[in-house]
């Protein structure tokens, strides 16, 4: 937790955002999930998803970390499956509801027309990385350069945590790996320093590698100056350079 809230992009946990609430329910499901809490974890993935729509990915996690795939019937006998695992249909009935309620319509329509949200659209969304990352190189002033330079930095290490914590942490890998492609596909080239805050993947390659000292204190003083400078930056209205 102590890396989570010192890196870099971690203010805007402090933002007038969903994303204090957000984290604080998304941890917690996770933790419950873990614990095999199954009802706790199921009643809080609906909160979370209520929260912000892309909650609903931490049901990836909570199928890989409590489905037995070698011993599913054998193990937990086919009532044990019913009263072990239908729980996790709860946050998938409340999440229909809203999908197709007013608030699920007047969320979709604000996304599609202010923010240019839509869903998955991947063809148009490699267009926008593709120019987002001619801007970074050649094209754009530079506050536009270095807030895309924020937004590639991010996309980096999220991929590269991929590849260190896989073997160890796939649970945590493949629910990271679901928000990052929701995030990236999503059409519009930006937040990515927002949205990928809570790849999980990321804090247990930091915590791994923060083991040695030397890259604790060094991690640790970097993280917290640049989290100063982007403060400053986006309070006064560097959202896209």
Do not use: C
């Not at 929260?51 to 037995?68: C, K, N, Q, S």
């Not at 599609?112 to 991947?122: D, K, S, V």
């Amino acid at each position: 937790m102590f890396y989570f809230s010192i890196f870099p992009t971690a203010f805007f946990m402090g933002e007038v955002y969903t994303e204090g609430l957000f984290g604080g329910l998304f941890f917690l499901t996770l933790f419950l999930t873990v614990k095999k809490k199954r009802l706790l974890a199921a009643i809080f993935a609906s909160f979370l998803f209520l929260t912000r729509p892309i909650g609903i990915i931490v049901l990836v996690f909570m199928f890989f970390e409590w489905f037995d795939f070698k011993n599913f019937f054998r193990k937990e006998g086919f009532f044990g499956v019913l009263k072990n695992y239908l729980v996790i249909l709860i946050p998938v009935f409340v999440f229909i509801l809203w999908r197709f309620s007013f608030l699920g319509y007047r969320f979709e329509f604000v996304q599609h027309a202010f923010f240019g949200r839509q869903g998955i659209n991947i063809f148009d969304s490699l267009k926008n990385w593709f120019d987002a990352f001619k801007l970074l190189v050649s094209g754009g002033n530079m506050p536009t350069r270095i807030y895309y330079g924020i937004e590639f930095s991010i996309i980096f290490l999220a991929i590269f945590s991929f590849f260190v914590e896989g073997g160890k942490f796939f649970s945590l890998t493949i629910l990271g790996f679901s928000m990052f492609v929701f995030s990236f596909f999503s059409g519009v080239a930006q937040g990515m320093h927002r949205y990928l805050l809570f790849i999980p993947t990321l804090f247990t390659m930091l915590v791994k590698i923060g083991e040695n000292e030397i890259f604790d204190k060094t991690w640790s003083i970097i993280s917290i100056l640049f989290f100063g400078l982007l403060s400053l930056l986006f309070s006064f209205d560097m959202w896209v350079g």
